[in-house]
């Protein structure tokens, strides 16, 4: 299809244990967006990618987590050593070169950490 | 740096009668704005953007959307409520130059429509 694509959509893992999660934004699309969605609340903010430019990080809540984009293209955000409050949807968006044209969202991967 | 407040996190309505979401920023450039919507079990959808053309903007399903710069506002109203527009309404800030930096999330404003 021609939206944005994350894998998997649902993922139970043992606490302790490391993830990765996909993303494969639009195709053009220069912008890519994480973000995280804990049970009822808002989206929290994790890391944006635009172009070759270096990654904001600023919302990465801890050092267990960091993201990758390779080739300007897909994305996978990794945790490791997962905790119980990793537990939540992670969400993937992207837009064309900047963000006023408005960002396209995945459908989410839904992590459990048991 | 920018934010955004969504005064309400729950609004109730009666279908057939309007919806009024507020939504407050501040941004320190000319920000572009935006609401989302987000159905149950569903992903975020766009419902509408401003990016400094019209001040009043109108989106999907009937929904649209006012500026203020006077009072920083961007709220989403609609005039008669449908069952199918209970939903989670977020509204979205993104504020740089050049408009590349990341969207801000407000927390959400749950709405609920009663037959």
């Known amino acids: 299809g021609a939206g944005v694509s994350q894998s998997p959509s649902n993922k139970v893992t043992e606490k302790g244990k490391d993830v990765e999660l996909r993303c494969d934004p639009i195709?053009?699309?220069?912008?890519l967006y994480w973000y995280r969605q804990s049970l009822g609340q808002g989206l929290e903010f994790l890391i944006y990618?635009?172009?070759?430019?270096?990654?904001?990080k600023s919302g990465l809540p801890s050092d267990r987590f960091s993201a990758e984009r390779t080739g300007g293209s897909v994305s996978t955000l990794t945790i490791q050593r997962t905790q119980q409050e990793d537990s939540a949807v992670y969400l993937c968006?992207?837009?064309?070169?900047?963000?006023?044209?408005?960002?396209?969202f995945g459908q989410g991967t839904r992590l459990t950490v048991v | 740096a920018q934010s955004v407040t969504q005064l309400d996190s729950h609004v109730s309505v009666s279908e057939g009668t309007p919806v009024l979401l507020r939504c407050n920023y501040s941004s320190s450039y000319s920000p572009s704005l935006f609401w989302y919507v987000q159905h149950p079990n569903k992903g975020l959808q766009l419902l509408l953007k401003y990016t400094s053309a019209a001040t009043l903007v109108k989106g999907i399903n009937g929904f649209e959307a006012e500026f203020k710069k006077s009072e920083t506002s961007f709220h989403l109203t609609k005039p008669s409520a449908h069952m199918s527009d209970a939903a989670e309404y977020f509204c979205?800030?993104?504020?740089?130059?050049?408009?590349?930096?990341?969207?801000?999330f407000g927390t959400g404003t749950r709405l609920q429509v009663f037959p």
């Open positions: 990618f635009q172009g070759n430019s270096a990654p904001d």
């Open positions: 979205v800030v993104s504020d740089s130059p050049d408009n590349t930096d990341k969207l801000i």
């Open positions: 195709s053009g699309h220069t912008a």
């Open positions: 968006a992207s837009s064309k070169l900047n963000a006023g044209k408005g960002a396209f």
